[in-house]
C-alpha cells in the first residue's frame, strides 16, 4: 500500500516540466531543456512541438542536441522534453533532463524507443531509483533540431 501511494504523490512532480503552470520548484524539464540545448521556446513542454513549426527543423531519427518532445498524456499533463546527448543506437539515445526524478537533473539517461516502426512516437525511459526502464511507455511527437528546417 505505500509504495501505491508514494508513486502517486510523485505524479504531480513529474507533471511540473511545464515552461509555465503552478510548478515553482528548483527545476523544470523546458527551462532545464532551453538553457541545455540551442532550442529557444517556451511554455509548456508538449507545446514546443507545434511552436518548433518553421522555426526549428523536426524529425523522428534523433541526433545529438535535438530536444525529444513528449506528448501531454495523464501523467505528463504539461508532457516532458529532453536534450539528446548521445545516440547510441537507432533505438537508444542518451538525454540530459530535469524533474524526471522529482526536483533532480539527471545525465546520461537511457531512453529507448519501443515503437512498431522505429519512428519514436512511443518511449520508455530509465528510471534511476529502480535502476530499470520504466513500465510505462510513453508517446512523443519526436525531435526538435537546433536549425531552421531545410537546413539540415
Known amino acids: 500500500m505505500k509504495a501505491g501511494w508514494s508513486c502517486l504523490?510523485?505524479?504531480?512532480?513529474?507533471?511540473?516540466?511545464?515552461?509555465g503552470g503552478n510548478w515553482h520548484g528548483s527545476v523544470?524539464?523546458?527551462?532545464?531543456?532551453?538553457e541545455h540545448s540551442d532550442i529557444n521556446l517556451r511554455g509548456d513542454a508538449a507545446t514546443w512541438w507545434?511552436?518548433?513549426?518553421?522555426?526549428?527543423?523536426?524529425?523522428?531519427?534523433?541526433?545529438?542536441g535535438d530536444v525529444l518532445v513528449f506528448r501531454s498524456?495523464?501523467?505528463l499533463p504539461s508532457g516532458h522534453v529532453s536534450v539528446v546527448r548521445e545516440v547510441?543506437?537507432?533505438?537508444?539515445?542518451?538525454?540530459?533532463?530535469?524533474?524526471w526524478e522529482p526536483g533532480e537533473v539527471t545525465r546520461h539517461a537511457p531512453v529507448q524507443d519501443?515503437?512498431?516502426r522505429n519512428d519514436w512516437t512511443r518511449v520508455r525511459v530509465w528510471w534511476s531509483p529502480?535502476?530499470?526502464?520504466?513500465?510505462?511507455?510513453?508517446?512523443?511527437?519526436?525531435?526538435?533540431?537546433?536549425?531552421?528546417?531545410?537546413?539540415?
Open 9 to 19: 504523490a510523485l505524479l504531480p512532480l513529474l507533471a511540473a516540466c511545464a515552461g
Open 28 to 34: 523544470q524539464c523546458a527551462p532545464y531543456a532551453r
Open 50 to 64: 507545434w511552436q518548433a513549426r518553421g522555426q526549428y527543423a523536426r524529425a523522428s531519427r534523433p541526433r545529438a
Open 73 to 75: 498524456t495523464h501523467r
Open 88 to 99: 547510441r543506437s537507432n533505438r537508444l539515445v542518451l538525454v540530459d533532463h530535469a524533474n
Open 114 to 116: 519501443v515503437s512498431p
Open 130 to 152: 529502480t535502476h530499470a526502464y520504466g513500465k510505462t511507455v510513453y508517446p512523443t511527437y519526436g525531435f526538435i533540431e537546433p536549425y531552421a528546417p531545410g537546413n539540415s
